[in-house]
């Protein structure tokens, strides 16, 4: 899958505050949309303690957003979590699909960082690969 979530044009600037860590259950995760219309930009974030990990809410299997809301399919906290649409489960930490339609494809990483206790998203380029 393409990290074409770089060039959205409602991409928001690095560094820029989506919540606090403890808004996030440990274990669980949130949904951020940014943008309207169609095809706005969809985060996922995953927390682990106090790491975070970012996945671009897309299915590489049929290019839906794996959840639309907060309400979602974690299958075992800190380690896998399901697609609303196709069940396709993925590992936490890595964003592999480990059974479903898309097995072996990867979700697309998207930088957080975690800072004073505010998540941000991270440092990225759009050079980056």
Same mark, same amino acid.
């Given at each position: 899958m393409s990290?074409?979530?770089?060039?959205?044009?409602?991409? !928001?600037?690095? $560094? /820029?505050? =989506?919540? @606090?860590? &403890?808004?996030? !259950?440990d274990g669980g995760g949130r949904v951020f949309t940014f943008g309207e219309?169609?095809? !706005?930009? @969809?985060?996922?974030? =995953?927390? #682990?303690? /106090? @790491?975070?990990?970012g996945w671009h809410n897309c299915c590489p299997h049929f290019g839906m957003?794996?959840?639309?809301?907060? &309400?979602? =399919?974690?299958?075992?906290?800190?380690? #896998?979590?399901?697609?609303?649409?196709?069940?396709?489960?993925? @590992?936490w930490?890595? $964003?592999v699909c480990d059974d479903g339609e898309c097995l072996g494809e990867q979700l697309d990483a998207i930088p957080i960082e975690v800072i004073g206790g505010e998540v941000r998203l991270g440092p990225f380029s759009p050079a980056e690969g």
């Open positions: 990290d074409d979530w770089r060039d959205h044009p409602d991409l !928001p600037a690095r $560094g /820029t505050p =989506l919540c @606090r860590l &403890e808004e996030i !259950p219309g169609q095809k !706005p930009l @969809r985060i996922l974030l =995953l927390r #682990s303690g /106090t @790491r975070v990990n957003p794996l959840a639309l809301k907060d &309400e979602w =399919l974690i299958v075992a906290p800190h380690e #896998s979590f399901k697609c609303n649409v196709h069940y396709a489960r993925f @590992r930490a890595d $964003g």
